[in-house]
């Protein structure tokens, strides 16, 4: 099939290559010349596992190309919609300039027939007010939201959990729906489950997800403030929990909380869409699931504070981690980074390392020290602080040769990925978030 894909960041960039891969013939289209002349050459534009092959055998293929004229979606049959709706600055509402501007530039382009697929995540609503602009084209719209993780992008894109396509009813909606299962026939023929919706439903799906996941991460931080107070130990209890098959382990995992680019501003968005529904009380307890995750930050900050005796000014800090999570170079929200900038504002000398994330890190806060190399990093630390478990912190960094580069054996947890029995043992005082 040939397909356009507009919008080549995270979701698009990964969404070509893949299709691509399971043998469509596509075109990626974005403003951003820098970024198409990247992918032209088969550049990937950022980090993401896989991504880098996947584009130099795509482009060799012949089947995959990039550009920034829109005009060239005219070839195209099925048409993918993946700009980013960040939050509008100064309010919690998604920001949705970018999705009007591929589907306004798009129209002229469009033949009668065509499927114009959303992908984006956007508020409920969005869908039906886009699409009688595409339908007086001859066209159709569905929304088919995405449900990638940074960092497994490729795999979650071509072998998801789930398809969901929300279509419009009638044989307009149900001829839509053939159309992206023969899209996606490679995950259909392994029995991936194909939900076909309405448009609200298939919007809700997607703010939902992240709302139930954002919810999970700060119940089980909500239960580690309570652990501080009981010296109760956080990691077993949610080892306990997590054996019960109802509740499971994933996403219990107790830190600094969650960033990135989609699950904080995604709740957000969707208490702004509620309210402006007038049923803001439905998912009032996302304010709360914000607030939660936000104190963890403080916290963790607040930690080192008292393990350096209660004031940082002047004390080196080293911080083990920038990205929002491991496998990625986003720092999008990132509680990591938020936490250095932190210590920072309160007077720490502090070194950042991350294996992939430190020149985006650098770009948005420049004041921070970063030190490429993370045993140069260590070097003369007061005070170390993990917030992003990568496995070059998790696993392979040594306490015993660690402790002979720092000037200070503190380290504060920020991810309770460290053994704290081995970091004692190796003679560093341990903290960790909701242990004792
Ligand atoms: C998320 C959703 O998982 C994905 O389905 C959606 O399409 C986009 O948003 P992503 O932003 O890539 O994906 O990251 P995710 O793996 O969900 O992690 C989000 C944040 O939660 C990270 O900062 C991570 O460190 C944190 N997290 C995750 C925890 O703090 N604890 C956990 O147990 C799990």
Redesign the pocket.
Known sequence: MRLSVIGCGYLGAVHAAAMASIGHEVVGIDVDEAKIAMLAKGKAPFFEPGLQELLTQELESGRLRFTTDLSEASSATVHFIGVGTPQKAGSYSADLRFVNAAVDGLLPYLKPGDIVAGKSTVPVGTAQELAPRIVETGATLVWNP??????FAVNDTIAPDRLVAGVPSGPEGERAADVLREVYHTAIATETPFLVTDYATAELVKVS??AF?ATK?SFINAMAEIAEVTGADVTQLADALGHDARIGRR???A?I???????PKDIRAFSARAEELGQGESVSFLREVDAINLRRRARAAQLVVDALGGDVHGKSVTVLGAA??PHSDDIRDS?ALDVAVRLHGLGARVTVTDPEAIENARRVQPQLTYVADRDEALAGADAVLVVTEWDEYRTQLDPTAAGDLVSGKIVVDGRNCLDPVRWRDAGWQYFGMGRP
Do not use: D, Q, S, T
């Open positions: 995405e449900f990638l993780r940074e960092g997800a992240n996941l991460i996403f219990l995992g830190g909380g969650f960033g990135g680019g989609c699950l929002f999570k509680p």
